[in-house]
């Protein structure tokens, strides 16, 4: 089992950045691929992006290619989702998942029926 942890969050100007992160304590961190995704007030949770278990393998949400970018570090337990270019539209729930697989370079899906264990969230607020 794999506890997660998000921190990063807060409120921040459109234009903007911010770099959220997600600690994970538990079973290896390495054997889990990662994703992001979030949840605006009203909305459905949406997929943002994901990582592989060696961080060789990533992919991003259309809604948010070419202004977020998700890295990890095995060595810290940690993945960090950079945004830049923040919009309004971006103000949500932030939250990482992670999946248990094997192979180091396995992409998860953007489904996040198929994630095994779940972070409690971070808010991001994104002002006009």
């Known amino acids: 089992q794999v506890q997660l942890v998000e921190s990063g969050g807060g409120l921040v100007q459109a234009g903007g950045s911010l770099r959220l992160s997600c600690a994970a304590s538990g079973r290896t961190f390495s054997s889990y691929a990662m994703g992001w995704f979030r949840q605006a007030p009203g909305k459905e949770r949406e997929f943002v992006a994901a990582i592989s278990r060696s961080g060789n393998r990533k992919y991003t949400a259309d809604s948010v290619k070419g202004r977020f970018t998700s890295s990890r570090d095995n060595a810290k337990n940690t993945v960090y989702l950079q945004m830049n270019s923040l919009k309004p539209e971006d103000t949500a729930v932030y939250y990482c998942?992670?999946?248990?697989?094997?192979?180091?370079?396995?992409?998860?899906?953007?489904?996040?029926?198929?994630?095994?264990?779940w972070g409690q969230g971070t808010q991001v607020t994104v002002s006009s």
């Open positions: 998942a992670a999946k248990l697989r094997d192979g180091s370079s396995w992409l998860p899906p953007s489904n996040g029926e198929e994630y095994d264990y």
